[in-house]
């Protein structure tokens, strides 16, 4: 395992890489030995280490990253292919006049120093756009990051014939209130709202956005842009609404901390990433975009052409660029179901191809790939893959879909709800198995099958859905446990009404505070059905636990009631407790042991979470029945999410996931779930 040096600004500096590099260490400390280095004087021994990673930007906050990278050569990663105004600030911004003239005859040719010679003589500015100022940087470095095959592409263009990997930029899917930023904006929830984000340049196409805003505005006089970010100084940009007349529909915010940037982002319906020229640069703003499941545009050029098509707009470079981002931005105003549909692809793209984990993982695979002299095959993108083949928004619009990958885990053939039912012991059994018959079925069908080799343990077992998990899923050892004194091991045996014989054996423990007695990487498969609800107080234990005793690749199947269901809405904007089970229960008989409540009802997106911060990437998340009884007097509250522009997804009364097992408990505390 390679020990890292990371060199890169971290915050407060004003750089998108700053806060990249930030949220990478956090997520790559937990893979590979990692110390930092920002800048800050802190010595740097480079015995100490087996790599050096330089993350490398164009702008003077990357100065000292750079001239480590040349004293000492490592990895750099790549941020944007041109260079030219970091090698500026280096020497001209330092009054070396010398130095930039040096760099120039380095990097270009006869041209390109001529054009210098007018450079120094103060007659034109530097051909920023024009050489690219890599090479000495380049030439010195023993392998490379980029982020899209667009930069695999220039990097090899520039003469790099080492080692290069294509890692996606990391995506950040945070947590905001739309609708208190929207109040604070003076918004109503319809009123449609456009925004641009980060540093206001004009390659960013702000002018050619303002004008096809203004036709919006012809058709829709509701609509209002907001532009977060600091201006610059080239593109005056109050002057130009001014002269456009929409004084009154955009405002500049300026630059605002970090909170309030997501929060803006979050209360808009559609997000402009427009920008050319481009050099490679991926975008945090967008990304961010995305993962609050924004409808974005982007320019069809450099990186951001290679998003699938049915995750972002992509506007053609070129003539008609106004007319394109006036249409589209008709469309998403317009059609209302478009844009969710767009938003909510664009959510799911990032939380498969761009979560930090995957990324953290890359570079440590990289990275070790690179310690251990092994050799690593070169990127290349045939085409990105689309999310969703199936969206009839999105083909009604004209959006082009592609394929959908093929799911991870192999799906467990159907069982029928017959033969879980003739596993019922007493008529008890038999109207819980007939109540729930929708829930165990679909949790037979979302457990991956298993082999003779492999073992399963199924957590809370009443033998209804058991004995399925050997006959049916194929595994070759099937084990129950339950709430009990630890130590205790009950031998079970039930017969079906079909006169098959089950037999497994119910280990007995506290899932909250007991070492489960199993050793580690020993299922294949665990499920946790309608448990940790009832959980009282620990209940990562349980899942560090599961972690522990599953093998790596193993799968975690649970299921838990749905808090935010359609009906936990209902209940709770009429004036009751949204809890499926949070009444006290009631024995039946005086001392009788009765079963435990529900304490705790989880959200779909807490559940993702839970099983992420337990080191479990997850494979499937979806919500359905609980329990099989129709519910159309909560249809109202559809029309309630869609008037607000609220996700109608993962609505159902129960919660389904599937996790794989990728890597030990990441946060055996996580900060939403512990005080």
Known sequence: MPRVAFFSPLPPSKSGIADYSQTLIEHLAGKLPVEAFAGGGAPFDPKRFDLALYH????????????????????????????????????????????????????????????????????????????????????????????SQFMVDEMRAQGFRGPIARIPHGAWIPDADRFGFRHRLGLEQATPLIGIFGFLKPYKRIAESLRAFRRLVRLDPAAKMILVGEPHPELRIRELIDSLGLEGHARVLGFTPIEDFIGYLAACDIVLNLRYPTVGESSGSLLRALGLGKAAMVSDVGSFAEFPDDVCLKVPVGPGEEDQIFEFLNLLVSRPEVRRAIGENARRYVERECNWDLVATRYAEFLTALHEGRTWPEPR??????????????????????????????????????????????????AYIETH??????????????????????????????????????????????????????????VSTEGEIFECEIDHFNAEKDVFPYPDGHFSTVLCCELIEHLLEDPMHLMSEINRILKAGGHLVLTTPNVISNRAISAIVQGYHPGFFHAYVRPRQPGEEVEARHNREYSPREVQRLLENSGFAVTLLETGEFRDEPHPEHGWVYHLLDRYALSTDLRGDGIYVVGEKTEAVRDRYPGWLYT
């Open 56 to 147: 490398i930007g164009n702008n003077p906050w990357h100065a000292f990253v750079y001239r480590e990278a040349l004293r000492n050569p490592g990895v750099a990663v790549m941020h944007e292919s041109n260079l030219h105004h970091l090698i500026a600030d280096l020497t001209i911004g330092r009054n070396d006049w010398d130095g930039y003239m040096a760099e120039v005859e380095y990097n270009g040719d006869a041209e390109d120093i001529a054009f210098a010679k007018r450079v120094r003589a103060l007659e034109v500015g530097p051909d920023y756009e024009g050489l690219p100022m890599t090479r000495r940087l380049l030439e010195c470095s023993k392998a490379v990051v980029v982020h």
């Open 381 to 430: 993108l045939e085409r990105a893959p689309a999310v969703d083949a199936s969206s009839p928004e999105l083909e009604q619009a004209g959006v082009a879909e592609l394929p959908k990958p093929a799911s991870p885990a192999e799906p467990a053939p159907a069982v029928a709800p017959e033969y879980i039912s003739g596993w019922a012991e007493n008529p008890d059994s038999r």
């Open 437 to 494: 018959k929708t829930r165990l079925v679909r949790t037979l069908e979302i457990t991956p099958s298993g082999t003779a080799e492999d073992r399963a343990l199924e957590m809370g077992a009443y033998l209804q859905i058991t004995p399925a998990l050997k006959t049916k899923l194929g595994y070759g050892e099937v084990r129950g446990c339950y709430y009990g004194e630890s130590g205790r091991v009950d031998r079970r045996r039930a």
